[in-house]
């Protein structure tokens, strides 16, 4: 079955990173667009970035633009999310997402699989 795993969650002081990973395994990872989205306390699920399956072009929400870098390892079936700069408003548990190729529009409104989560605490 498909698993996606998180890790790399915590507490940090604002202005500070956090690396988080995401590690999958049961499906074919280079035909995946893979996303991270993240859920504040009492908000809705938003999305925060994906990258594409083989090019490895980036999408961002315009409130992590500039601060936040997603990246991919086909080899190692793994996704990151660079999170530098980190403001109080970033604290969210952030779920890592796989959405099977092809893909139309970006960010995709649907995806096919998600992990369970990690959260991340920024303290002002």
């Known amino acids: 079955q498909v698993q996606l795993v998180e890790s790399g969650g915590g507490l940090v002081q604002a202005g500070g990173s956090l690396r988080l990973s995401c590690a999958a395994s049961?499906?074919?990872?280079?035909?995946?667009?893979m996303g991270w989205l993240r859920q504040a306390s009492g908000k809705e699920r938003e999305f925060v970035a994906a990258i594409t399956a083989i090019l490895g072009r980036t999408y961002y929400a315009e409130s992590v633009k500039g601060r936040f870098t997603i990246s991919r390892e086909n080899v190692q079936n793994t996704v990151y999310l660079q999170m530098n700069s980190l403001k109080p408003e970033d604290t969210a548990v952030y779920y890592c997402a796989a959405k099977e190729v092809p893909v139309g529009t970006y960010p995709p409104p649907e995806w096919n699989y998600w992990g369970q989560g990690t959260q991340v605490t920024v303290s002002s």
């Open positions: 049961g499906l074919t990872f280079s035909r995946y667009v």
